[in-house]
């Protein structure tokens, strides 16, 4: 074994590296719990859970989940007060596809926050499923 590690050092660096990376990038996505569609209505129906949709503007005008409240993920850090009240409330994260709620689950956790779900598959899912939205 010594020998084929001598021999292939940088490919044995390579997948040390990577394999690293890998498990670092799991690790650090320890925000929300990823919920479906089926279950995020069924959170806001039964529960009254907040849905705060972190994208841009231009994304927000374009169509949101009724009743969702905006706020850009590069502004969800300076405005954690707004959602004070929610600390022990279920409060879903969307975005266009999942990526940037995830992150933005990450902030609220790391606030405080003890009930955070991601919407998977974000609004491009919401909409498949033909749920309503709103543009105002």
């Not at 990526?99 to 790391?110: M, P, Q, T, V």
Request: glycine share 8%; proline share 2%.
């Amino acid at each position: 074994m010594w020998e084929f590690l001598q021999h292939n050092w940088f490919w044995a660096l390579l997948a040390a590296v990577s394999g690293a990376w890998l498990l670092w990038q799991i690790l650090a996505q320890s925000g929300g719990e990823d919920v479906s569609v089926a279950q995020a209505t069924l959170m806001i129906n039964r529960e009254d859970a907040l849905v705060v949709d972190v994208r841009e503007s231009a994304e927000w005008s374009a169509g949101h989940i009724p009743h969702a409240r905006h706020i850009a993920l590069g502004q969800l850090a300076s405005r954690l007060a707004e959602l004070e009240k929610y600390k022990d409330k279920p409060v879903i994260m969307v975005c266009a596809s999942g990526n940037r709620s995830s992150s933005g689950c990450s902030i609220l956790k790391k606030a405080g926050f003890s009930r955070v779900f991601n919407l998977s598959g974000g609004m491009r899912a919401w909409i498949e499923a033909g749920l309503p939205v709103a543009k105002k």
